[in-house]
């Protein structure tokens, strides 16, 4: 998945937020829009078009992660309300300090899909409990993250620092059943 994400045609650079005029940006990094278009005979290659769809049965369509993640938090999850975004970095990407509390929003799960990431290269995913204890995860290869979304609690995204395209993610939103 981390070659497809690496091939993908459909990059575009989110659009930043910045809560008074003068402040730097809260947020810089691109998210793979239109990705139905991906799918399309031709704008991937074979192998990468069958690793998407492959991706996303699983992570999505499937349930097999909702269950997964259910089975492991004891927490019944909506299988109607899951969100999904793919993330690349290029040098000085960041996510400034943030919630994501969307009602019933309980859980994000960041599957770190960046083959070549090394220590050091920034990007860490930073977490400050409800305690005030900070957290942080290097976004290495083939891990990943369970973000829990709590009244009391923020994470954000250290800023990348290698000058190509990087720090390949997919986060996926998960909700309780109300």
């Known amino acids: 998945m981390g070659a497809t994400m690496r091939?993908?045609?459909v990059w575009e650079r989110y659009s930043a937020v910045q809560r008074h005029k003068d402040d730097p940006p809260t947020a810089g990094h691109f998210v793979a829009r239109s990705l139905p278009d991906c799918l399309v005979d031709g704008r991937l290659r074979p192998e990468h078009r069958k690793a998407l769809r492959t991706f996303l049965s699983f992570a999505v369509m499937s349930g097999a992660l909702q269950v997964w993640i259910q089975e492991g938090i004891g927490v019944r999850l909506d299988p109607t309300r899951s969100s999904l975004e793919l993330a690349a970095y290029q040098a000085g990407d960041h996510i400034e300090e943030h919630q994501?509390?969307?009602p019933g929003r309980i859980l994000a799960v960041n599957f770190y899909l960046d083959e070549t990431y090394r220590t050091g290269s920034g990007a860490r995913l930073g977490?400050?409990?409800e305690d005030g204890r900070e957290f942080f995860v290097d976004p290495l290869f083939n891990t990943f993250a369970l973000i829990p979304i709590l009244p009391?609690?923020?994470h954000w995204v250290?800023?990348?620092q290698e000058p190509d395209m990087g720090r390949f993610t997919v986060s996926v939103g998960q909700h309780r059943v109300v």
Do not use: A, G, I, K
Request: hydrophobic share 20%.
């Open 127 to 129: 977490y400050r409990n």
């Open 158 to 160: 250290e800023p990348y």
């Open 100 to 102: 994501d509390l969307l």
């Open 152 to 154: 009391d609690s923020h």
């Open 7 to 9: 091939e993908l045609p």
